[in-house]
């Protein structure tokens, strides 16, 4: 089935520094991606829409500063937390949507960041 | 805002006991859910899909309920093994966009051997 992988799997970075997570579509081309933000023992609550070829659309009260998202190419999709602060350290998911016609997405194993 | 939310935060089972976790959803616009199983440190994986003009769906061990007059979805996992231990969400979506997913607060289930 489709994959999707996500680079870093973890990472640990100190308080004012950026910080990069990559999202890849392995054997699918993904116009459209999805990122999630997941908090301990809480849900997925999206963040932004990546469009590959244009500007990402960010959910309401999701800084578009802070994290800028880049969908350079089909299978590319990256989250950069800039300055980033303890309260960012989370659990990050990317998703893309199934191109097979199933109305299915297929979500990255997470990057767990942690600001210090 | 509206959104998707879970009954219970947790549920613990007997190993080959049926499993029922519940959803509320209140967007009546709704009209395509789905259950994702998450494993502790990885993404969610997909387990069953429903749409609105549906009422029940089954998959292998696992048939979701929908009860459009109540807005409640249900996840039953027949004869409950320990890899069905997990965090489960429902999600939905409404609208032309099947993609944008909102997800409900989560039931971890635990198996007891």
């Known amino acids: 089935g489709a994959v999707v992988s996500q680079h870093p799997s973890w990472v640990i970075c100190k308080s004012g520094t950026s910080v990069k997570i990559e999202c890849r579509s392995l054997?699918?081309?993904?116009?459209?991606m999805f990122w999630y933000r997941q908090f301990p023992k809480q849900s997925l609550m999206l963040m932004a829409t990546?469009?590959?070829?244009?500007?990402?659309?960010?959910e309401q009260g999701v800084e578009k500063d802070k994290f800028l998202i880049n969908h350079a190419s089909l299978t590319l999709s990256t989250l950069t937390v800039t300055s980033a602060h303890p309260e960012d350290s989370s659990f990050y998911i990317c998703?893309?949507?199934?191109?097979?016609?199933?109305?299915?997405?297929?979500f990255g194993p997470g990057t767990r960041l942690t600001v210090t | 805002g509206e959104s998707v939310g879970l009954h219970l935060p947790t549920l613990s089972v007997q190993e080959g006991d049926n499993s029922i976790i519940n959803c509320a959803y209140s967007n009546s616009a709704s009209d395509y859910f789905i259950w994702y199983k998450q494993e502790s440190g990885k993404g969610p994986q997909f387990i069953i899909d429903i749409r609105s003009n549906m009422d029940k769906r089954q998959g292998q061990r696992v048939t979701v309920l929908l009860n459009k007059t109540v807005k409640h979805l249900s996840l039953q996992i027949a004869a409950t093994q320990p890899g069905d231990s997990a965090v489960y969400f429902c999600?939905?979506?409404?609208?032309?966009?099947?993609?944008?997913?909102?997800f409900g607060a989560g039931t971890t289930v635990t198996v007891r051997a």
């Open positions: 990546s469009n590959e070829g244009s500007k990402a659309t960010y």
């Open positions: 998703s893309a949507p199934s191109t097979s016609g199933r109305n299915e997405q297929y």
């Open positions: 054997d699918f081309q993904a116009t459209t």
């Open positions: 999600a939905e979506t409404f609208g032309s966009n099947d993609y944008k997913l909102s």
